[in-house]
């Protein structure tokens, strides 16, 4: 726990903080994080670079469309400002006990809204404050910060996108004070997530107005920090729908032609998230491996989708196929720099007890701990490396060399085939390296 003293706490009374024991039969232990165990040349820890979600742990109460709020949360005795700082004190705890190195918050998450932006903004100071003078008495920093510009019925229309001037401005001073807020809590990274930028029918859509007021107010963004002196990555979250019926970030594909089109790529890397990978009708493994095809990749909000539902349920990932193949391209990106693995998740709406929160956050730790040796250790063998290799063979000599060194064209591809009767193709043998895959999640 923190040093400093907690008011209202504890409020996971009935949990230690939680260490690595193997074997144990207990679900208050890590079975396979264990964060000083060397993988590699890093520690687990240094490699997972874990962070909980303000939102989902503290503020989610567990409401869906149907059904009213069902989380027992001892700190919601409070309102108002209370609240906020009843949550402060519940989240360093529960900080403390899994010993994670970071977390993230949107700006409501952390304080309520005023009746203004100038009293919401002090009402942001306050609990600024107190998240600052924990901070300084514990091992947990600021992964990154967002604005919720999605919420409030001001935003009704998006918010950079927004048909109207004055959600534009307000959003823009929004993210200001999330940028100062990002700089004084020592944010490694600043997350723009676009709940409302896109439309619902383009029958009354300026489509390029809108992209280029998303573009303006983006480098609008990089302006300012360079001003404050704020130098955290700047991360932009692909989803593809849900809450609008079409999102301008839909994809990592979709993102990378953005913000290369605007000039913005060399300001901006991807936030990816499994759960949205799914939405848009991708893997997670194929947002990663896109983002880090073009260098862009920056951070993982590490969740799950459920395939038979078709909404974002935000599960705690414990799927180790999933893990591994995730864990797969982040190492093979170098790992995250400044990013992490934030669990965007949320426990089931029966799943109402603090406790679970606790058992949620140590299922999807041993998930991406265990993806992470396994991944680990099918690079050090090289056993899709060595595949891909043979596979693409055919460009290392001869006329594959020549189309990949720039030499061949139209004429000289057609005068080598021209009279060639036949092209033999090889298997991909897709089962056997699937039976490889599940060999290593299975032995390692």
Known sequence: MAEKQLQNAPYFESVNKVS?????NNALAFKYYNPDEMIGDKTMKQHLRFSVAYWHTFTADGTDPFGAATMERPWDRFTGMDLAKARVEAAFELFEKLDV??????????????????????????????????????????????????????????????????VFAFAAAQVKKGLDTAKELGAENYVFWGGREGYETLLNTDLKLELDNLARFMHMAVDYAKEIGFTGQF????????PTKHQYDTDAATTIAFLKQYGLDNHFKLNLEANHATLAGHTFEHELRVARVHGLLGSVDANQGDTLLGWDT?????????????????????????????????????????????????AGM???????????????????????????????????????????????????????????????????????????????
């Open 366 to 444: 041993d998930a991406f701990a265990r993806g992470l040796k396994v991944a680990h250790k099918i690079i050090e063998d090289k056993v899709f490396d060595n595949v891909i290799d043979d596979r693409y063979r055919s460009y290392k000599e001869g006329i594959g060399l020549e189309i990949v060194e720039g030499r061949a064209n139209f004429h000289s591809l057609e005068q080598y085939i021209i009279d060639k009767e036949a092209i033999k193709n090889e298997s991909g043998r897709q089962e056997r390296l699937k039976s490889i895959l599940n060999q290593y999640i299975l032995e390692v």
């Open 20 to 24: 690595y024991n193997k074997g144990a």
């Open 235 to 242: 991360l932009i979250e692909p989803k593809p729908k849900e």
């Open 101 to 166: 190195p970071f977390f993230a918050f949107h700006d409501r998450d952390i304080a309520p809204e005023g009746r203004t932006l100038r009293e919401t903004n002090q009402n942001l100071d306050t609990i600024i404050n107190m998240i600052k003078e924990y901070m300084d008495t514990s091992n947990v920093n600021l992964l990154w910060n967002t604005a919720n510009m999605f919420t409030h019925p001001r935003f009704v229309h998006g918010a950079a996108t927004s048909c109207n001037a004055n």
């Open 314 to 362: 935000d599960e705690f990932p414990t799927d180790i196929y999933s893990t591994t193949l995730a864990m797969y391209e982040i190492l093979k990106n170098g790992g995250l720099g400044s990013g992490g693995l934030n669990f965007d998740a949320k426990v089931r709406r029966a799943s109402f007890e603090p406790v679970d929160l606790i058992e949620a956050h140590i």
